[in-house]
């Protein structure tokens, strides 16, 4: 079993992670670490936030010469911005002159924050509910995608749509319909977006998506839309359906849920399907080289809660940010009469970020559930496990119901 616990405000000192389960002897640098965090900062429509920091990690622990060891890893991200919020976010006395914020705004966890914890500064709740704290999601997820690239498992993403503005062509359809290259690389599909603005896959889409921006900006407005994450290089048998908790889509459901303003997970063509037949929604099972494979690809690599062997394909979609320029009702708690919402420092749009962050949440249910069923101490003898379950996969299923 692999875990990770993050800790860490958007205006404290920094974020740190802890990411324990991992076997030893996986390569993994500083520099690795630091391009996906990189990744995520990018996209047309983000806040002066991107201006000011520039994440990298410091590792503390768990990797030495570039390769782990097999104890828990901790890294370190630090918040450039701390220096300007130290009388605000110190962890000693507080200053006499700081403000107490008592305006929720709308969408936030300000106001659901502050009941549950009982606090009397809706700053407490602000701070740790931020996206900020997805810096170290991306630092932790960056872990599991390296041990998963060993295994020829490759993770990408692209934006679908923001502020309903879809492409003429999705290239969702290829990925439905299982036409892809014989030996498909997920993460292909990133190296194309991360070249556009907002992490679509052509120029015409990109310069419909920054006028609808450009609009809402000039409105003090936001926006959300939905984008796509791959896996590549899938082995059959991943997840169970055994158990409700050992089901691999649930698991990912849970976890790309959990990503700040992500409202909604599918698997595959869910929703598509559920406005078909039956005959025209599962994907037939074929025999090619020696392997099971499907026409289609509409269950989104997942049947059962188990891996086909096919890419798993997830969509989501995110609101729009709730931070408005032009903000909307709320109540003051301090007096709790009707005021504007208050404004805090934020994007006008994140689906691109968002993308890249649903990225690293794929990449580390997804080695969690490879660690779950390879094991190993070591990341030779998962590669053993490994080998000796793939090879001889098809020779077992066919000899066991050869004659029956």
């Known amino acids: 079993m692999i875990r990770f616990l993050t800790a860490g405000e958007s205006h404290g000192k920094g974020l740190s992670a802890i990411v324990e389960g991992f076997p030893s002897n996986i390569s993994i640098s500083k520099e690795y670490i630091d391009f996906h965090l990189a990744r995520r900062q990018l996209g047309y429509g983000r806040g002066l936030r991107m201006k000011i920091e520039t994440d990298r990690v410091d590792i503390l622990s768990g990797i030495r010469f570039q390769k782990t060891i097999g104890s828990p890893i901790s890294m370190f991200i630090k918040n450039n911005d701390w220096e300007n919020w130290i009388d605000k976010m110190t962890s000693d006395e507080k200053a006499t002159n700081v403000e107490t914020i008592t305006i929720p705004r709308p969408g936030h966890a300000d106001l659901v924050g502050v009941s549950k914890f009982n606090l009397d500064d809706i700053r407490n709740s602000i701070e740790r509910s931020s996206a900020r704290e997805t810096a170290a999601r991306v630092a932790a997820g960056s872990i599991a995608r390296k041990f998963l690239e060993y295994f020829g498992i490759f993770i990408g993403s692209f934006v679908e749509s923001i502020g309903g503005i879809y492409a003429k062509e999705s290239f969702a359809s290829d990925l439905f319909d299982n036409k892809l290259p014989k030996n498909f690389n997920a993460w292909n599909i990133s190296k194309i977006t991360d070249k556009n603005s907002v992490r679509v896959l052509n120029e015409e889409h990109e310069k419909k998506i920054i006028g609808k921006i450009k609009s809402a900006k000039k409105k003090g407005d936001t926006l959300g839309g939905t984008f796509f994450v791959v896996a590549s290089g899938m082995p059959v048998g991943l997840g169970s359906f ?143 496990n490994y080998s000796n379950y793939t090879k001889k996969l098809f020779r077992r299923v066919r000899k066991n119901f050869k004659g029956k």
């Not at 649930?250 to 598509?272: C, P, Q, R, T």
């Not at 392997?291 to 289609?296: A, H, S």
């Not at 993308?355 to 990341?379: P, Q």
């Open 242 to 384: 055994v158990h409700y908790d050992t089901k691999l889509d649930a698991d990912i459901a849970h976890s790309l849920m959990s990503i700040n303003a992500v409202k909604a997970v599918e698997i595959g063509s869910a929703f598509s399907s559920a406005e078909t037949l039956g005959s025209l929604s599962h994907d037939e099972i074929i025999l090619q080289e020696e392997k099971f494979t499907r026409k289609t690809n509409r269950a989104g690599g997942i049947e059962g809660g188990v891996t086909t062997g096919l890419p798993v394909i997830v969509r989501a979609a995110m609101k729009p940010i709730a931070t408005l320029m032009s903000p909307i009702e709320a109540v003051d708690l301090s007096n709790m009469q009707k005021v504007i919402s208050r404004r805090e420092r934020s994007d006008f749009v994140a689906v691109p970020a968002c993308a890249v962050i649903a990225e690293s949440m794929l990449a580390w249910i997804i080695a969690k559930h490879f660690r779950m069923k390879f094991g190993g101490d070591s990341l030779e003898e998962t590669f053993d």
